[in-house]
T-cell receptor, first 114, second 112 residues
Framework: KQEVTQIPAALSVPEGENLVLNCSFTDSAIYNLQWFRQDPGKGLTSLLLIQSSQREQTSGRLNASLDKSSGRSTLYIAASQPGDSATYLCAVRNRTGTASKLTFGTGTRLQVTL | SQTIHQWPATLVQPVGSPLSLECTVEGTSNPNLYWYRQAAGRGLQLLFYSVGIGQISSEVPQNLSASRPQDRQFILSSKKLLLSDSGFYLC???????????FGQGTRLTVV
């Protein structure tokens, strides 16, 4: 059974800092990995998608890496801003027949202070 | 472009009452659709998924059921709500070839 762990559970940093969020998973036979952002009381917004054959993916100030063999992914946020404050979720996708299943971590709650 | 709609945004229901949450997707055909629940302090849990009209797979035993009466419509239901059904319910579709999940804005359900 796939299990996903995210560390730390919460993080508070001053504006401008670079930071790293960690995600680990137990079954390395994943199809891909997706990072999401969730604002309080809202749905999930997809940030980055990394295929199992890729090592990293970048979008603006965000960079996600994937080490499938060791079951790890990191989300790097450069020059953090107060608007980055949210919960960040990591999810791994396993294929099953004609559907795919996402297994989520419990998230890292990020607060960026002025 | 594709969009996913969920309603209502919030719902307060008494124990024992029925439930119907609706999700629709626009701009695509034959999508894979998913219902997740996010309980307080816990991660998202997959409840049901559907690969086509009338095809429902259940991931966990529970008080809820799902139906897919039309290609782009996915409904989550209950005949009698329990307190433990409270949570944040999210609908998602799997994108092209079901390789990337896109979520609706969610429904906050409080059972009182």
């Amino acid at each position: 059974k796939q299990e996903v762990t995210q560390i730390p559970a919460a993080l508070s940093v001053p504006e401008g800092e670079n930071l790293v969020l960690n995600c680990s998973f137990t079954d390395s036979a994943i199809y891909n990995l997706q990072w999401f952002r969730q604002d309080p009381g809202k749905g999930l917004t997809s940030l980055l998608l990394i295929q199992s054959s890729q090592r990293e993916q970048t979008s603006g100030r965000l960079n996600a890496s994937l080490d499938k063999s060791s079951g790890r992914s990191t989300l790097y946020i450069a020059a953090s801003q107060p608007g980055d404050s949210a919960t960040y979720l990591c999810a791994v996708r396993n294929r099953t027949g004609t559907a795919s299943k996402l297994t989520f971590g419990t998230g890292t709650r990020l607060q960026v202070t002025l | 472009s594709q969009t996913i709609h969920q309603w209502p945004a919030t719902l307060v229901q008494p124990v024992g009452s029925p439930l119907s949450l609706e999700c629709t997707v626009e701009g695509t055909s034959n999508p894979n659709l998913y219902w997740y629940r996010q309980a307080a302090g816990r991660g998202l849990q997959l409840l049901f998924y559907s690969v086509g009209i009338g095809q429902i797979s259940s991931e966990v035993p529970q008080n809820l059921s799902a139906s897919r009466p039309q290609d782009r419509q996915f409904i989550l239901s209950s005949k009698k709500l329990l307190l433990s059904d409270s949570g944040f319910y999210l609908c998602a579709w799997g994108g092209w070839l079901d390789t990337e999940a896109f979520f609706g804005q969610g429904t906050r359900l409080t059972v009182v």
